[in-house]
């Protein structure tokens, strides 16, 4: 089991370009949990390296955009959760047990697009995390205001 993880998220747009860079990065920097947005992969699409394992969720339509995708070492004591596939949220989970408990690791992706998703829509994916997990990958989340370079807050002394 282990005690500490070493995780790294990266928004790939299009992991299989990617292939060797991020090996070399996942064997450098002793990455255990690689958890990847905008992989673009179908249901013929592959990946592998040596000493990890590969588990993705792809877009509902089955075409090359979108995407989730999690690269576990193949050491870390983990099983693969289901998919969570939807057209505006796509994630990829492992639960991984470590010491003193297991946690979800998910990998998620929103669309764009999708810029109405409601709160009850996140909600329902939340349910299926269990008590403990770390979530990574990119929301696309808009700022509703439009203010880009909001000041910093003020600080009171």
Same mark, same amino acid.
């Given at each position: 089991?282990?005690?500490?993880?070493?995780?790294?998220?990266? !928004?790939? !747009?299009? &992991?299989?370009?990617?292939?060797?860079?991020?090996?070399? %990065?996942?064997?450098?920097?002793? &990455?255990?949990?690689?958890?990847?947005?905008?992989?673009? %992969?179908?249901?013929?699409?592959?990946? !592998?390296? =040596?000493?990890?394992?590969?588990?993705?969720?792809?877009?509902?339509?089955?075409?090359?955009?979108? @995407?989730?995708?999690?690269?576990?070492?193949?050491?870390?004591? #983990?099983?693969?959760? #289901?998919?969570?596939?939807?057209? %505006?949220?796509?994630?990829?989970?492992?639960?991984?047990?470590?010491?003193?408990?297991? &946690?979800?690791?998910?990998?998620?992706?929103?669309? =764009?697009?999708? #810029?109405?998703?409601?709160?009850?829509?996140?909600?329902?994916? %939340?349910?299926?995390? @269990?008590?403990?997990?770390?979530? @990574?990958?990119?929301?696309?989340?808009? !700022?509703?205001? @439009?203010?880009?370079?909001? =000041? =910093?807050?003020?600080?009171?002394?």
């Amino acid at each position: 089991m282990a005690k500490f993880l070493r995780l790294a998220v990266r !928004n790939a !747009n299009g &992991i299989l370009k990617h292939k060797e860079e991020m090996q070399v %990065f996942l064997q450098d920097q002793f &990455i255990d949990i690689m958890l990847i947005s905008e992989t673009h %992969f179908t249901h013929k699409s592959f990946l !592998n390296i =040596p000493g990890y394992k590969f588990y993705h969720a792809n877009h509902p339509d089955n075409t090359a955009h979108a @995407g989730t995708a999690l690269i576990i070492k193949s050491t870390t004591n #983990h099983y693969p959760l #289901h998919n969570y596939v939807k057209d %505006f949220l796509q994630v990829t989970s492992v639960r991984v047990k470590t010491l003193p408990y297991e &946690i979800t690791v998910s990998a998620i992706y929103c669309p =764009p697009r999708y #810029h109405n998703i409601k709160q009850q829509d996140f909600l329902d994916y %939340f349910q299926t995390l @269990g008590p403990k997990y770390i979530i @990574g990958g990119d929301f696309n989340c808009k !700022n509703p205001s @439009g203010d880009r370079d909001l =000041p =910093p807050p003020e600080v009171e002394n």
